[in-house]
């Protein structure tokens, strides 16, 4: 999960405030612990992945590594663990694409929706943050996150200029999400009818909307990966 920590230390020779407009994407790791709970009660053991995080993870559970904060973290084993992973929980943080060239899963909540989603994949599983019109209070659905033009945004000022609030997804969305995860990867998730039909809903959105942005660059090939059947399941409303 990306926070500010590495670019506000690490680089902190730069000037101040040059890189706010990767802020839309930060999170707050405490929203991950409940999955890494689960997860450890499933039999895994969580690693936490990073370098000069802002703060540690509140677990005691001896399966869960605050590896960041660890004196033995090195770059090598940063890839090791990315690449031999069951798979990755992630917010599209950089580390991320290691797992991927190493064919592992992925579990990625994203933003920008419409861009650099992690579709190639059948094994990858996909979520987006909470999109809020700040004047209205009410939560965008796919096409009006598409036409408030930030389905592509890659600045926060984006969002700031059309008036639109990025939500972390509650801690028991992202458990959900990494139990879903889980499930598939061992041939215990069952999709229902209802699950296709709403896939199916979904992407069909997805893509009619790309096409309208009438951009020429072609963001993604063929759609090989899921997004979360367990938040279309209750967020039936979201899929328009």
């Known amino acids: 999960m990306r926070d500010s920590g590495y670019l506000n230390r690490y680089l902190e020779n730069y000037e101040i405030g040059k890189w706010d407009y990767h802020s839309y994407r930060n999170g707050d790791i405490d929203n991950y612990i409940l999955a890494a709970e689960e997860?450890?009660?499933?039999g895994y053991y969580v690693f936490r992945l990073g370098t000069n995080v802002l703060k540690p993870i509140k677990s005691s559970n001896p399966k869960i590594i605050?590896?960041?904060n660890?004196?033995?973290r090195s770059e090598f084993m940063d890839?090791?663990?990315s690449a031999k992973c069951h798979f990755c929980l992630t917010t599209g943080v950089g580390i991320d694409g290691v797992s991927s060239v190493f064919r592992r899963p992925i579990a990625c909540v994203h933003v920008p929706l419409g861009l650099s989603l992690y579709t190639n994949n059948k094994n990858h599983l996909l979520l987006t943050k909470h999109h809020i019109n700040k004047l209205?209070?009410?939560?965008?659905t796919i096409s009006e996150i598409f036409?408030?033009?930030v389905a592509l945004s890659t600045s926060s000022k984006d969002f700031l200029d059309n008036d639109v609030e990025l939500v972390e997804n509650t801690s028991e969305e992202i458990k959900d999400f990494a139990i879903e995860m889980d499930q598939r990867l061992n041939n215990e998730w069952k999709d229902t009818n209802e699950d296709k039909e709403n896939q199916k809903k979904f992407w069909q959105i997805f893509e009619d909307n790309l096409k309208k942005l009438n951009?020429?660059?072609?963001l993604h090939g063929k759609i090989y990966a899921?997004?979360?059947s367990n938040y279309l399941r209750k967020n039936k409303d979201w899929i328009k």
Not at 39 to 42: I, V
């Open 70 to 72: 660890s004196k033995l």
């Open 39 to 42: 997860l450890a009660s499933r």
């Open 147 to 149: 036409s408030s033009n």
């Open 215 to 218: 951009t020429n660059e072609k």
């Open 136 to 140: 209205s209070k009410k939560e965008l």
């Open 79 to 81: 890839i090791y663990i």
């Open 226 to 228: 899921k997004f979360s």
């Open 66 to 68: 605050d590896y960041s």
